[in-house]
């Protein structure tokens, strides 16, 4: 049984960082593609980053130079790290991933091609 628990969320004032973590468990597959993605209260589901198996990134355009997406393989761990934090980033962050395959560009950001979801952790930015 695959599990992803997000941790990390808090609230921090324009400009600071923060980091989040999704640890995955039962969650055994060499090739996938996982992903951030952010709901904010009335909003739509955005996808943030992504990152495959091997590397491959991709990040929307209102986060690119501000967030970075990584893994720890070791540890079975996702991370997005964000820093110059913006009022706009305020959202529930969740993290999402697949049952063993890559998604094509155009799905990376897009929700329906993943397969296992977090509950999410809420990150809060005042201004």
């Known amino acids: 049984q695959v599990q992803l628990v997000e941790s990390g969320g808090g609230s921090v004032q324009a400009g600071g960082s923060l980091r989040l973590s999704c640890a995955a468990s039962?969650?055994?597959?060499?090739?996938?593609?996982m992903a951030w993605f952010r709901q904010a209260p009335g909003k739509r589901l955005e996808g943030v980053a992504h990152i495959d198996s091997d590397g491959t990134t991709t990040y929307a355009d209102s986060v690119k130079g501000r967030f970075t997406i990584s893994q720890d393989n070791a540890k079975n761990t996702l991370y997005l790290q964000m820093d110059s934090l913006k009022p706009e980033d305020t959202a529930k962050y969740s993290c999402a991933a697949t049952a063993g395959w890559k998604l094509t560009w155009w799905q990376r950001l897009v929700s329906s091609g993943y397969n296992y979801w977090g509950q999410g952790t809420q990150v809060t930015v005042s201004s």
């Open positions: 039962g969650y055994t597959y060499s090739t996938y593609s």
